[in-house]
């Protein structure tokens, strides 16, 4: 299916199912790609997180349901999957900046609106992407992994980065680095794993820091993920520096997903991607699976 087309009809499934509890596996689904995947390809292309796109929605259309129809609040806040008045005064209020009761007794003050999403990837020319496409064999990272409570954070990459730094004052990344197998798959490299475990939830998130396993004891604390055979699109830039790594990240992000992937015979599989940050140099990579179209 046509990248772009896929993409539109994900947001055309939210919007015709606004008023329902949405599952993020059936709004992924209309794309052939997981809830995990599809949220975090979403957050990077529209720069805010699918719960945002559609707790703004479900606010808007029920703002302009206050102002233009007599129907209760309290039936406005079920229909659109606010199981008590308070948690819909509360989210209201934080959207539009005034009470439910206010708006509804006052139409001369404005709402906010939050418009419905009509996807459309400008493919530019011109840009140089520096990328090869290999075949690995499968590998194992011993890793230190952490759970977070809200996806979207993760993806908006509010949590990482503090991960990371974690690791470093914490003496982990030291201790991986010198456990490193390094003539292995990643070399001398620490890496961030995102994978999805098929046990994810719409409010949960693993995200792990790592590197290949070279055998021995796997001290408490860390664990050993098996990576299977892939094929590999592998995105790299040596413009960072140590100022501007993860802007730099996030930007090559966005352009593999905007750019590369809709107009490639390629599309992600397997929902794994990793992360590749070189120990020597400001060479960093971008690891995605994928699969023909």
């Known amino acids: 299916m046509d990248w772009v087309k896929g993409f539109q009809k994900s947001i055309n499934y939210?919007?015709?199912?606004?008023?329902?509890?949405?599952?993020?596996e059936s709004i992924a689904g209309e794309m052939n790609i997981s809830g995990f995947y599809f949220q975090k390809i979403f957050s990077i292309l529209c720069g805010?997180?699918?719960?945002?796109?559609i707790r703004n929605r479900r606010l808007t259309?029920?703002?302009n349901e206050i102002l233009n129809t007599d129907e209760k609040i309290i039936d406005i806040a079920l229909k659109y999957c606010y199981d008590t008045p308070e948690g819909f005064t509360r989210a209201?209020?934080?959207?539009?900046?005034i009470t439910?009761?206010?708006a509804r007794k006052n139409h001369n003050i404005p709402l906010k609106s939050f418009a419905r999403l009509s996807i459309s990837i400008s493919l530019k020319g011109g840009n140089l992407m520096d990328y090869r496409i290999e075949k690995k064999e499968a590998f194992r990272m011993i890793v230190k992994t952490q759970r977070f409570t809200k996806l979207e954070n993760v993806i908006g990459r509010k949590d990482i980065p503090a991960f990371w730094e974690e690791c470093v004052n914490d003496g982990t990344?030291?201790?991986l680095l010198e456990i490193a197998k390094k003539d292995g798959v990643l070399g001398n490299c620490i890496a961030g794993l995102c994978i999805d475990e098929n046990t994810t939830t719409n409010k949960d998130f693993p995200y792990s820091i790592g590197v290949e396993y070279d055998g021995g004891e796997v001290p408490e604390g860390y664990k050993i993920i098996d990576i299977p055979a892939l094929t590999w699109i592998i995105f790299n830039s040596t413009e960072y520096t140590a100022?501007?790594?993860?802007?730099?990240?996030?930007k090559l992000w966005h352009t593999v997903f905007a750019e590369f992937f809709p107009s490639s015979d390629y599309k992600p599989a397997k929902d794994i991607d990793l992360e590749i940050y070189s120990t020597d140099s400001y060479h960093n990579e971008i690891w995605i699976s994928v699969e023909n179209k």
Do not use: C, M
């Open 14 to 24: 939210i919007e015709e199912h606004i008023t329902e509890n949405l599952d993020y």
């Open 48 to 53: 805010f997180s699918l719960g945002e796109y």
């Open 61 to 63: 259309l029920a703002g």
């Open 92 to 97: 209201f209020t934080r959207f539009h900046g």
């Open 100 to 102: 439910p009761n206010t």
């Open 173 to 175: 990344e030291k201790y």
């Open 243 to 250: 100022k501007n790594v993860e802007e730099g990240i996030q």
